[in-house]
């Protein structure tokens, strides 16, 4: 079994930045492809950024030039360090990861306003 557990979320104005951790622990035996979705009240769940186990990254439109996912592959640990935060990227932000199943975390509130 994989454990995700995430940290780093809160209150920030617009204009302000983030940076979100999920640290991955139980059956870790190898470096496995992570990544964040977010889901705001009413809306799908969408992905915000992924990173492939070589340190490919893939982001959604809406996030590109501000986010920016990285990891640590020593502590298994994947970070998303959000940048000019917006209104619109408040949302419940979940990290994965992705070994023969999808594995998630309990979910970050991130809540932009001023």
């Known amino acids: 079994q994989v454990q995700l557990v995430e940290s780093g979320g809160g209150l920030v104005q617009p204009g302000g930045s983030l940076r979100l951790s999920c640290a991955a622990s139980?059956?870790?035996?190898?470096?496995?492809?992570m990544g964040w979705y977010r889901q705001a009240p009413g809306k799908q769940r969408e992905l915000v950024a992924a990173?492939?186990?070589?340190?490919?990254?893939n982001y959604a439109d809406s996030v590109k030039g501000r986010f920016t996912i990285s990891r640590d592959n020593a502590k298994n640990t994947v970070y998303l360090q959000m940048n000019s935060l917006k209104p619109e990227d408040t949302a419940v932000y979940s990290c994965?990861?992705?070994?023969?199943?999808?594995?998630w975390g309990q979910g970050t509130q991130v809540t932009v306003s001023s």
């Open positions: 994965y990861l992705d070994h023969f199943r999808i594995y």
């Open positions: 139980g059956s870790i035996f190898s470096i496995y492809p």
């Open positions: 990173i492939t186990s070589a340190g490919r990254t």
